[in-house]
């Protein structure tokens, strides 16, 4: 009979890599705060990755739970609606003309996220509330929402000036945290599948990204934002056309 007051060290394995989330998530404000602008993108990514991680270990270890669930929707909404928020504002509003403008357009993004995870959080509840149509996604996700807000900065690093397009800049994140509470389908990655004679060929393509994020970490992740973008109006046709099938 198993001892109640024990529990198993891979049951904490998920929740460890998500606290190690958050902390990447804390540090990326740290860099952001001290001037360190591309560390501190690089630990939002980092957080991405965990953020992946984790959900993939609680199942791969058969360890999901309630306390796992919350702490991760807790995380996300500090890693993808918080500090890209405060990093959007920082880097591109702060001490400027429209700074309240940025911090309203930050305001909205964090928000969105909110609302997003809490309406995650009442569909683990009730199966009337869906956030998955088949293989598609209902909205934006937190970490695709996250990259998208963040491309001004990635923008900006590729050599767009500070005081280019504020208002428009502000629009475009207010449009994207809109886009994470909205109904619009989204490809789901967890659920794609792929011929096995294509598998060389997205071996070789995944190996390409993973190159260029590493020698051309900006422009890359600004072609990967823009072709996500262009990807809504197809993935909306898709799921409808599915729907109606």
């Given at each position: 009979?198993?001892?109640?007051?024990?529990?198993?060290?891979?049951?904490?394995?998920?929740?460890?890599?998500?606290v190690?989330?958050?902390?990447?998530?804390?540090?990326?404000?740290?860099?952001?705060?001290?001037?360190?602008?591309?560390?501190?993108?690089?630990?939002?990514?980092?957080?991405?990755?965990?953020?992946?991680?984790?959900?993939?270990?609680?199942?791969?270890?058969?360890?999901?739970?309630?306390?796992g669930?919350?702490?991760?929707?807790?995380?996300?909404?500090f890693?993808?609606?918080?500090?890209?928020?405060?990093?959007?504002?920082h880097?591109?509003?702060?001490?400027?003309?429209?700074?309240?403008?940025?911090?309203?357009?930050?305001?909205?993004?964090?928000?969105c996220?909110?609302?997003?995870?809490?309406?995650?959080?009442?569909?683990?509840?009730?199966?009337?509330?869906?956030?998955?149509?088949?293989?598609?996604?209902?909205?934006?996700?937190?970490?695709?929402?996250?990259?998208?807000?963040?491309?001004?900065?990635?923008?900006?690093?590729?050599g767009?000036?500070?005081?280019?397009?504020?208002?428009?800049?502000?629009?475009?994140?207010?449009?994207?945290?809109?886009?994470?509470?909205?109904?619009?389908?989204?490809?789901?990655?967890?659920?794609?599948?792929?011929k096995?004679?294509?598998?060389?060929?997205?071996?070789?393509?995944?190996?390409?990204?993973?190159?260029?994020?590493m020698?051309?970490?900006?422009?890359?992740?600004?072609?990967?934002?823009?072709?996500?973008?262009?990807?809504?109006?197809?993935?909306?046709?898709?799921?409808?056309?599915?729907?109606?099938?």
């Amino acid at each position: 009979m198993s001892n109640p007051s024990k529990i198993k060290l891979r049951h904490i394995v998920p929740s460890v890599v998500t606290v190690f989330a958050i902390c990447a998530g804390m540090t990326s404000l740290r860099m952001s705060l001290e001037g360190h602008l591309e560390m501190a993108l690089y630990f939002i990514l980092l957080a991405v990755f965990l953020d992946a991680a984790d959900g993939k270990l609680a199942r791969f270890l058969d360890t999901a739970s309630p306390f796992g669930a919350e702490l991760d929707t807790l995380a996300d909404f500090f890693n993808f609606g918080i500090v890209p928020g405060v990093l959007l504002y920082h880097t591109l509003y702060i001490d400027t003309a429209f700074a309240n403008l940025g911090w309203l357009a930050s305001l909205v993004l964090a928000v969105c996220c909110a609302l997003r995870l809490a309406r995650f959080n009442l569909a683990l509840d009730d199966s009337d509330i869906a956030l998955k149509k088949d293989e598609y996604f209902v909205g934006v996700p937190a970490p695709a929402l996250a990259c998208l807000a963040l491309m001004p900065i990635f923008m900006y690093l590729h050599g767009w000036e500070n005081s280019d397009f504020p208002v428009l800049r502000a629009i475009y994140i207010i449009g994207v945290g809109l886009l994470a509470v909205s109904t619009v389908p989204t490809y789901s990655i967890k659920h794609a599948s792929i011929k096995r004679s294509h598998l060389p060929i997205v071996v070789i393509a995944a190996m390409v990204l993973v190159v260029c994020l590493m020698v051309y970490p900006w422009p890359t992740l600004i072609i990967a934002n823009c072709l996500y973008l262009l990807s809504l109006p197809f993935s909306y046709r898709a799921q409808q056309r599915q729907t109606k099938g």
